[in-house]
């Protein structure tokens, strides 16, 4: 009877609502990583795809960026010097409080983020054709309009284009 009773809970417990988004954020994950290895990025990792997702196109303080990617300052600052010694991003003193340094993209990693763009909608059109492009709509509306309800995360101050950095 232990058995029976261990075997639903188990059943339950992997069938969550948190598990099925936490796997079709790896699955998207992944495809979106080998991409962009594909695209001329072979370095770069899943674990650099936190600070792209939250570096934006301005200038942003690691302490920011790292709040953003709810990580803790040292495991940001780690990517980060990786990402700087790929070439992908550079820092600056901060203009606004100059003990602080300031995180912005280079010239390759805007290219980057063009190619991330590009391959996300590869992926979305992927499962478009597996699930039905009327499904998965439907999917990203809901999913849209559950995390605005929810108030779920933001997008840091940096997204807004930056005209004023230099390229």
């Excluded at 079709?24 to 997702?53: E, K, M, N, T």
């Excluded at 039905?132 to 605005?148: I, K, N, P, S, V």
Aim: charged share 30%; with cysteine; proline share 2%.
């Amino acid at each position: 009877m232990q058995d029976e009773h261990s075997q639903q809970n188990t059943r339950r417990l992997s069938g969550t609502l948190a598990r099925i988004l936490r796997e079709f954020s790896r699955d998207y994950d992944r495809r979106v990583a080998q991409g962009i290895q594909a695209r001329g990025h072979p370095r770069i990792r899943l674990s650099h795809q936190v600070v792209f997702a939250n570096i934006g196109l301005g200038r942003i303080r690691v302490t920011e960026l790292a709040e953003c990617a709810q990580i803790t300052q040292q495991a940001m600052g780690k990517t980060l010097r990786e990402l700087e010694a790929l070439g992908y991003i550079e820092r600056a003193v901060d203009e606004q409080d100059r003990r602080a340094k300031a995180i912005r993209l280079t010239q390759r990693g805007r290219q980057l983020v063009a190619d991330a763009i590009e391959v996300a909608e590869e992926v979305r059109g992927e499962y478009a054709a597996r699930i039905g492009a009327a499904d998965f709509a439907e999917l990203d509306t809901r999913l849209r309009e559950a995390a605005r309800k929810l108030e779920l995360g933001y997008l840091p101050a940096s997204w807004a284009d930056d005209t004023t950095a230099d390229p």
